[in-house]
Each structure stands twice: as C-alpha cells, then as structure tokens.
C-alpha cells in the first residue's frame, strides 16, 4: 500500500496543474496600456489576444536585475571653461571669416590698393605679385575659418 502512495501523489500532481490552467486575454486599450485578465474583454477592447496559462513560463525569481536610471552627470568645472572657450572660439572664428571675405572683396574689386606697412605711416600700393599673394592668403583663411 505504502508503494502506490508516491504513485498516486505523482499521479494527482501531474493532473492538478492542468485543472488550474485557465485562458488568459490581453488587450491594449486606447491609451496604449496593456491589461491582462482572465475575463474575455469587452467590445470596445478590440485587437484582444488569447493566451493560455500553461503556455506561458514564469519568469525566475531575480533573474531579470533592474536597470538603474541613466542620469545626465552634471558638468565638472573643466567641462564648463571648454563649453564657454569653444563658444569664444566660435564667435572669433566668424569674426576672422567676416575679416576675411571683407578683405577678399577689397581684393578683387579694387585695381590700386594702398596698404599701411609695418612701422610707416605712409600708405604704399601693392604692386600686382603682393596682391594676388594677398589674395591666395585671404582664401586660405576664409577655406579655414569660414563653414559655409
């Protein structure tokens, strides 16, 4: 007698899970939230699902970890000076790009051009080689400084 107990136990075991294994319906509603019920939903549920308890695995217990929240670190002093002196470099660099197309205008638009040397007060024309070098500079810092 004794020997069919362990039997008989396996037996009703087995059987008892199927007997508690019930339909289980799922919906969205109109707000985007999913719901889960064992009742069928209503008419105004549409795009209802059915799931079936045996068909769905439980999840282990603390095997999923929770995702802490990503948070936007403060900036320190040092990424502060280099947010404010990328700034300043910005504004000086179009100041220079506007210098330069200004210049290049003058360049291109004028036959004689009369430029102050170093160390005299006296204007001096450029001859025609000081020009086009004067040109081909102008250029160059417009290529570097301007992001047009």
């Known amino acids: 007698m004794f020997a069919r107990t362990p039997i ?7 059987l008892s899970g199927a007997t508690w294994a019930t ?24 795009g209802a699902k ?9 999840g282990k217990v603390g095997s999923v970890a929770p995702k802490a ?16 002196l990328k700034i300043q470099n910005e504004e000086k660099a179009k100041e220079v ?4 197309k200004r210049r290049l205008d ?4 004028y036959a004689r051009i009369r430029q102050t040397k ?18 081909a500079e102008t250029r160059k810092t417009i290529e570097l400084y301007c992001k047009e």
């Open 8 to 14: 008989a136990l396996l037996l009703l075991s087995m």
């Open 23 to 46: 339909t289980i319906y799922t919906w969205v509603d109109e707000k985007g939230v999913t719901h889960y019920s064992e009742q069928p939903p209503t008419e105004e549920q549409t």
């Open 50 to 58: 059915t799931l079936y308890s045996e068909d769905i695995e439980p």
């Open 69 to 84: 929240r990503e948070r936007k670190p403060e900036m320190t002093e040092d990424e502060k000076k280099a947010a404010i």
């Open 97 to 100: 790009c506007e210098d330069a």
């Open 106 to 109: 003058i360049l291109t638009s």
């Open 118 to 135: 170093e160390g005299s007060d006296e204007p001096v024309v450029l001859s025609e080689e000081e020009k086009q070098q004067a040109t």
